[in-house]
């Protein structure tokens, strides 16, 4: 249990939130705001958040991300960090340790379910194999197309990019017309 004293000291060190021109990572601003921490924000463009300092930095998926991510933290010293964007998952898992010697508390899973959670086709797979319910999903090295897919999954079926956030690129193909448009 952290005292008082412990409490007051990280309130005084920012919590650094990724993505905050997001959903995700706006309302983390807020809520952090909301308890009395400084923020220190991070996008890859410009962004109105309600941060008290902004940084931008590379995309989650580049690799100097990890790099733009050490520079800040060298520089404002955070109590926190948490990454709010999907892409940056596998990277914030990486620095983990990293940030925890540092001083630094992360609230990230371990490399390994980071990697199986950022894509939906190994998320499939490893949900089956624990048993626990999960679409029939074919990668597009499983399936040469989308009429193959069809073929072997029925229609109407789900067709989406296996990395990506929320619903962009997902396509529900109703007939085997639609898999000839799909790519």
Do not use: W
């Amino acid at each position: 249990m952290e005292t008082a004293e412990e409490r007051r000291l990280c309130v005084d060190r920012p919590a650094l939130i990724t993505g905050v021109g997001g959903p995700a990572g706006k309302a983390a601003a807020r809520f952090f705001r909301g308890k009395g921490f400084r923020v220190h924000g991070t996008d890859i463009v410009p962004t109105a958040a309600e941060t008290d300092e902004f940084s931008i930095v590379p995309r989650g998926d580049n690799p100097e991300f990890a790099d733009a991510i050490l520079a800040i933290v060298h520089r404002a010293h955070p109590c926190l960090f948490l990454c709010t964007v999907t892409e940056e998952i596998p990277a914030a898992a990486a620095l983990k340790e990293t940030l925890r010697s540092m001083g630094v508390s992360v609230y990230a899973t371990d490399p390994g379910m980071a990697c199986i959670a950022n894509d939906k086709y190994l998320t499939a797979r490893f949900l089956f194999a624990q048993g626990i319910a999960a679409p029939r999903t074919f990668s597009d090295l499983e399936c040469a197309s989308a009429r193959e897919a069809g073929e072997r999954l029925g229609y109407p079926f789900i067709a989406k990019p296996r990395h990506g956030r929320g619903g962009r690129g997902v396509v529900v193909v109703n007939d085997p017309a639609m898999a000839e448009r799909e790519v």
